[in-house]
Every structure is written in C-alpha cells, then in structure tokens.
C-alpha cells in the first residue's frame, strides 16, 4: 500500500531505534546517533544548514535552520525529541512499524515520532515554497534525552549555544497533545529524603533508633499536611500534587533499622518556589538528608501570545493545560515563549503497543505547513 510522504517520513524514522539508554532499556539498540544522523541528512537534502551538538558520547542534539531570504523577522523553533522509552514487554515489534487500520505501529510513533516527521515534513514544503515564512529563521532541533531528565534541551540552552542557534522568538516542542496547543503545564520537583537511625536487636528496640518510625511521620505529613496546604489554584492545571513512589529501609525483620528512605515526586505549579519548599521541608523535619533528582520548573506561555494566536488559528485547536513535563518549560526558563503540540494521544505514549492515527499525522503535517507559511 502507498503511503503518503510525511507517514513513509514516519515509518523509516520508527525503523531506527532511538531508545534511551537509561534505565532498563529493553535493547541494546539505544542512543540517539542514527536517528539525529538520519534528520541531518533529510535536513540537508531541503537545503537547511545543519549542526550536531554531542551532550554526551553517541547521543547528540541535531539542529537544522532554514534561513530568511533577507532580514529574520523573528527565529521559531521546532523542536520535537529524538529519544524513545523502553521497548521492555513490547507485544508489537517495537522497530518494524506497521500500517493497520489507519494506525502505525512501533515504539516513539506517538510520543514522539509523529511529530518529528510531520514537522519535517512542514520544512520541507516550506522550503519548496515561495510562502512569507522564508521571511523567519525557522529551525528544527531534534533534542536527545527528553525521556530521563530533559538532558538535550538543558545543554542547548545552559551550555555554549552551537553555532547554527541564533536567537529564538518562540519553541514549539513536540509531544502527543492530540492537536491541542498545552501553553501550561506543571513543573516537577522530585526528590529522595533519607532518615538516619540506630540499629539494635529487635527484641529490644528501646535501645535502638528506628529509622522507619522518623520516616512515617514525614510521609504522614506530605500525605495529610502538604496536601492540605495544597490550595492555590491555577486555571488550567488545578492543583499541585505530591505522590510518594519508592520507599525502601531495614535490612531483617529483627533488627531496629538505621536507614529508610523514599523518593517523592512533587507536581507544581507555574510560579512554585522549590528551593523555598525544599528548606522549609529541612526545618520541619530537622536532620534529614534530602537530594534532589529532578527539579524543573513549570509552563505558563499566554494563550494571547501572538505566535500561540497564530498556531491556533493554523490547527483549530484549544489551549489546555497538561499535568506532565515537556522540554517547552526549559525554552521558557531560558528566556523562550513555548508551547508543546502535536499529534497523537499521550494515552498511548509508552504503550506495550504503541501507535499513532495516520490522519492525525499527516494532519499535523499540514497544520504546521500552513503555520510556517502563514507566519505574520
């Protein structure tokens, strides 16, 4: 069966694993290297000038600029990651995509390979075209490492910029929002508190200092007292949230345990002050280790944006909130208005048969062709 150019874009992007490699990948197939060389070449075919930026050994950002025809009116970036979660319990083949009833299947089609063809696709049509966006700097930045901690756009923006990136007016980050524009979404602060005790003969625990006990307080409090002071509200995104995720301490069930400890994953709000919660964290509870895994603060670009105005206006869709992270929040931290967009469910993103609606695809395709050719 033929398929259209943005889906058959699709399908040899889904072919070449980019699984990330940390964790428990599920393959040995990981790394972002030949997918990022893969859009270097069609980047180049296009005519775009192309730069690779190596955040660690085999995983690279890859970044491709249209240029004005004259004088940028303004520089946008697309900007899509590259890496994929693990293919672990799979019961589809995670790198042989297959059309079936107007789905593809295969790992990343979703979340968030879909939108890295489609817009491609949309630089490439644009680049054929005489449209007004060649009047903009339009860049596509394939970012590695969005699926562990955000580690490729963190580089881009925190470390000696390449020398392709100019500066950004805005970022669309690409991620399964089924063709709504998340112009909001919360920030995450997760983190792992250790108690200390002193461990003894169960039999005679008076003599001893029981870790676990310190930690059941403090997991009490962010059950029931954190979430109680929990009260702001934003419009789109309702309330921060806490979860407690890993809890792990003793060593035998006769033995007054010395250490507990539990990793927690906090969700906030655009505006929340995590340095302010950590120390008022460490003054409540006294001497308790804390160390912070991931700390990244939230999204809120104004639905009234221009840009935000004029993607609408290309794809019809709402602005919304999200309660998940995306590489937008890190753009925004650095001085970039962002929003994240594309096709695809995040209902199906790290499936164990993850797909993506073919129309929805080449749809996305075509809202941003007209989004880049239209840019006023």
Avoid at 102 to 117: E, H, I, M, Q, W
Avoid at 130 to 159: C, P, Q, T
């Amino acid at each position: 069966m033929k398929h259209s150019g943005v889906i058959q874009l699709l399908r040899d992007l889904v072919a070449i694993p980019s699984v990330n490699p940390q964790g428990d990948p599920g393959t040995d197939r990981t790394g972002e290297q030949e997918i990022a060389k893969f859009i270097a070449s069609f980047l180049r075919r296009i005519g775009a000038d192309v730069e690779m930026q190596y955040v660690e050994p085999g995983r690279p950002n890859v970044i491709g600029r249209l240029g004005a025809r004259g004088r940028a009116r303004r520089a946008i970036a697309l900007g899509p990651h590259t890496d994929t979660v693990s293919v672990r319990g799979m019961t589809i083949q995670p790198f042989e995509p297959v059309v079936r009833g107007g789905r593809l299947y295969g790992r990343g089609s979703s979340d968030t390979k879909a939108n890295v063809a489609a817009f491609l696709w949309a630089m490439k049509r644009l680049a054929e075209s005489r449209a007004d966006g060649r009047d903009n700097d339009i860049y596509f930045i394939g970012l590695m490492g969005e699926e562990s901690g955000n580690d490729g756009v963190k580089y881009l923006m925190g470390h000696k910029r390449p020398k392709l990136l100019g500066r950004l007016d805005f970022a669309i980050v690409g991620e399964p929002t089924e063709m709504d524009i998340v112009n909001a979404h919360k920030g995450s602060l997760w983190f792992r508190i250790a108690t200390r005790g002193r461990s003894c003969h169960g039999a005679t625990p008076e003599r001893g200092d029981n870790a676990i006990y310190k930690m059941g307080r403090i997991v009490d409090w962010l059950e029931h007292g954190l979430a109680a002071q929990l009260t702001r509200r934003h419009p789109l995104l309702g309330r921060a949230t806490v979860n407690v995720g890993t809890i792990r301490g003793g060593s035998k069930v006769n033995i007054v345990p010395a250490r507990c400890e539990i990793e927690v994953d906090h969700r906030t709000l655009p505006g929340d002050d995590h340095a302010k919660f950590l120390r008022q964290l460490r003054s409540r509870f006294g001497r308790i280790e804390i160390e912070v895994i991931n700390d990244n603060s939230g999204l809120d670009t104004p639905a009234s944006h221009p840009m935000v105005v004029q993607l609408r206006a290309a794809s019809g869709g709402r602005c919304v909130g999200a309660p998940w992270f995306s590489d937008g929040a890190i753009f925004a931290r650095h001085g970039v208005p962002a929003v994240a967009f594309g096709a695809g469910s995040i209902a199906q993103a790290h499936t164990r048969d993850e797909f993506i609606s073919v129309p929805q695809a080449e749809r996305c395709a075509a809202v941003m062709e007209n989004f880049l050719a239209n840019l006023s």
